[in-house]
């Protein structure tokens, strides 16, 4: 069974620019989460979708960030604009039905 | 709200001299409790997922246990491929379906051969 898929690896911005991250959850998972783990913390949820809704948005950064998942498969995460806090490792989760998580490797977000 | 405190933060082991992980929780009502294993620049691996009081799991030198206010993570002669930060996570019961996990900022655990 394939893993999360996340892209890009790694990605390096000057505050104030945009950035997009992208999440191929696994095959037949209804449930996708975005999490952010700043350095030397656990992750933080900040979005959660079941199928293509929206679940839970509550500790998303309105202001800033977006997310969508077309077609309840692939999401995106945007941040824009970048502040220097945003520098995190940004997780993607699926999962089948609400149990069992698998994570992705993350993109590592460096803000300059 | 709910909150996970783990401790200790960083933990240096003998290779062989076991140990335990503790993960304190405050939870309105706890749906399950997670353990992850999370190696450098990798994404949070799976290890256990624990529901009620009493409940133990184990998984070759790894058990995690739960009682109603804390889970201990037991390694028993531990090896230095187990070097790694362990997460503690819960899930709570919420309404509309949603069940993101809160996690703890994990114990850094390294195995001296």
């Known amino acids: 069974e394939a893993g999360v898929a996340q892209s890009p690896r790694y990605k390096i911005i000057e505050k104030r620019q945009s950035v997009a991250f992208w999440c191929n959850p696994i095959?037949?998972?209804?449930?996708l989460y975005w999490y952010q783990q700043i350095l030397g913390q656990g992750p933080k949820l900040l979005i959660q979708?079941?199928?293509?809704?929206?679940?839970?948005d509550s500790q998303l950064p309105k202001d800033r960030f977006s997310a969508e998942r077309l077609k309840g498969v692939d999401s995106t995460l945007k941040i824009q604009p970048a502040k220097l806090e945003d520098s995190a490792v940004y997780l993607c989760?699926?999962?089948?039905?609400?149990?069992?998580?698998?994570f992705g490797s993350g993109t590592r977000l460096t803000v300059v | 709200e709910d909150q996970v405190t783990q401790s200790p933060e960083a933990l240096r082991l003998q290779e062989g001299e076991s140990s335990s992980l503790n993960c304190s929780y405050t939870?309105?009502?706890?749906?399950?409790l997670f353990w992850y294993r999370q190696d450098p620049g990798k994404g949070p691996e799976f290890l256990f997922t624990l529901y009620s009081a009493g409940e133990e799991k184990e998984k070759e030198r790894l058990k995690a246990t739960l009682t109603k206010k804390e889970s201990f993570l037991h390694i028993t002669a531990p090896k230095p491929e187990d070097s790694a930060t362990y997460l503690c996570?819960?899930?709570?019961?919420?309404?509309?379906?949603?069940?993101?996990?809160?996690f703890g900022k994990g114990t850094h655990l390294i195995i001296q051969p």
């Open positions: 996570a819960v899930q709570s019961h919420s309404g509309g379906g949603a069940d993101g996990l809160t």
């Open positions: 979708f079941q199928n293509n809704g929206v679940v839970d």
């Open positions: 989760a699926s999962s089948p039905r609400n149990y069992g998580y698998t």
């Open positions: 939870v309105s009502g706890l749906r399950g």
């Open positions: 095959s037949g998972h209804a449930t």
